[in-house]
């Protein structure tokens, strides 16, 4: 039995198994992607993804990982992020940014 935790898709830190996390579809539901490629990710960072992009971008411009990965704000974050600890919450609540 596997005893490692899972890995962030868009960090690549681990997510400890009693922390949230979330599967985020990489085309968006109402965009053509249900039943589409999944990947899971910590809650934190499912969450900066929807602050920060609408629907279409991530349907038109950011259905990968590696495309999330060059958005400027998402690397921004990525970058920060990754100097937190896996379990890492915040608890300032999230809002949609422009």
């Known amino acids: ?3 490692e935790d899972p890995i962030c898709g868009l960090c690549g ?13 990489l085309v968006p539901k ?4 249900k039943g589409g490629p999944t990947v899971l990710l910590h809650h934190l960072c499912h969450r ?6 609408s629907e ?10 590696e495309a999330l990965r060059t958005h400027p704000r998402l690397a921004k ?3 920060w ?7 890492f919450r915040s608890r300032v609540p ?5």
């Open 30 to 33: 109402l965009k053509g992607g």
């Open 94 to 98: 999230g809002k949609r940014r422009r």
């Open 1 to 3: 039995m596997d005893d």
């Open 56 to 65: 279409a971008e991530l349907a038109r411009d950011y259905h990968t990982l």
């Open 77 to 79: 974050f990525v970058a």
């Open 48 to 53: 900066e993804i929807h602050a920060t992009l």
């Open 81 to 87: 992020v990754r100097k937190r600890p896996p379990g």
């Open 13 to 25: 830190r681990p997510i400890p198994r009693d922390a949230p996390q979330s599967l985020h579809h």
